[in-house]
């Protein structure tokens, strides 16, 4: 066994030496074969492929299903299980507190477009340094399935009911909002789902994920738009990601003109092979074009939308200090008694 800091010999192990056990968390306790599984799965494989330090990860989430997945990743992390769809202002804080760790925060369709769309708004627009992940089967998992606001119009539950009100497209938001990295994935594609987030953890910025990802107990049956089934046969994915971290040497064979090649914020290269004809993902207009085309299509546009490497994030538009917040000692955080009084006396 690993103590999270050593590698158990004999087992594979990343650039700082840790293997698997490191980044992995406790037993889940969701249903069997739930898109949220998956999903975690990916995430540990990120992590650990990427060499993320697991102590330097914070991990959030809201309530739901999804948002209890943060227990199955990482368990060396420091993790912050919040109130419903208050997620994004917890995160805020830990951020802006102590910038020099790594924030993901686990949400859920409900949790996000549902009680917590105002603090996801903001968060969007604020460009907070955070992987925000949507696990999306358009319902709410944890209260036994009713419509969340992600569920396409006409879709049926498992009861019969049709869902009579259209979706929040949260990708389009990001974009519009201000996000500078926004994808889409589905839980059951392992490869481009794990692209997808390497290049989040090299991003710097809101990446916001909506990762497709069906609820087997009150979402997979027919006349289901995130079933199984459904999404195999309607996922449109954008072409192929390689991502190439900075620390291992570029070996991708891509074709120029084909291949749109991005530069991370860390020096990581991403490269995305165009399927779609000339689709720039640094395009706000062309990604928000796409996303409406393939919706009225009844399709799923996956893989990374739109992303801007160099927009400024909320703790450069801050200017916060080198030095992390939370390690300000109180003489440099409170002003004295005699700067008080002026500015007390200021207002008389
Ligand atoms: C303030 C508040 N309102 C309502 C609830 C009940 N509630 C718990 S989880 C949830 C929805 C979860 O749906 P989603 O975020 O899509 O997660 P999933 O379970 O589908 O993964 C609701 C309405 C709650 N816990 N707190
Ligand atoms: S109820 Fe649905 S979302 Fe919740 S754990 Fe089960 S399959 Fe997953
Ligand atoms: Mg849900």
Redesign the pocket.
């Known amino acids: 066994m690993s103590d999270g800091t050593t590698a158990a010999p004999g087992k594979r192990t990343n650039r700082l030496n840790l293997d698997m056990t490191s980044y992995r968390g406790s037993k889940t ?3 069997a ?5 998956a999903i975690s799965e990916r995430i540990i494989d990120a992590f650990f492929e990427m060499g993320v330090d697991p102590k330097r990860v914070l991990k959030l989430s809201g309530i ?3 948002s ?1 997945s943060p227990a199955y990743f990482l368990n060396p992390s420091h993790g912050f299980n919040s109130v419903h769809g208050r997620m994004p202002s917890v995160a805020t804080g830990a951020v802006l507190a102590n910038k020099t760790m790594l924030a993901i925060g686990v949400s ?1 369709d409900g949790d996000t477009g549902a009680i917590g769309i105002g603090q996801f708004v903001h968060l969007m627009r604020r460009n907070l340094p955070l992987i925000y992940i949507i ?1 999306d ?1 358009g ?1 709410y ?2 209260t ?2 009713q419509f969340s606001p992600t569920a396409d119009l006409g879709s049926k539950a498992k009861n019969g009911v049709v869902n009579d009100l259209p979706p929040i497209d949260t990708c389009a938001l990001a974009i519009e909002l201000g996000a500078s990295f926004v994808a889409r994935s589905f839980s059951g594609d392992k490869k481009q789902l794990l692209s997808v987030l390497k290049a989040a953890i090299a991003h710097r910025g809101t990446a916001m994920i909506d990762v497709i ?8 049956h027919d006349g289901s738009t995130k079933s199984y089934s459904y999404v195999k046969d309607h996922d449109e994915p954008l072409g192929e990601i390689s991502f190439v971290p900075y620390f291992e040497e570029i070996n991708v064979e891509y074709e120029a003109g084909a291949t749109t090649s991005v530069k991370m914020h860390d020096g990581s290269q991403l490269f995305l092979r165009k399927v779609a004809e000339d689709y720039n993902p640094s395009d706000k207009l062309a990604a928000t074009r796409l996303l409406h085309e393939t919706a009225r299509r009844g399709e799923f546009a996956t893989g990374i939308l739109y992303i801007e490497p160099d927009k400024d994030d909320f703790i450069d538009i801050l200017n916060l200090t080198d030095e992390p917040l939370a390690f300000l000692p109180t003489e440099r955080t409170r002003p004295p008694k005699a700067v008080l009084d002026q500015i007390m006396d200021g207002l008389r």
Do not use: A
Request: aromatic share 4%; with cysteine; charged share 15%.
């Open positions: 306790t969701l249903c074969g739930c898109g949220h599984n739901g299903c999804s209890k859920g696990e089967n319902c998992g944890l036994k399935g990802s069906p609820c087997v107990t009150f979402n997979d």
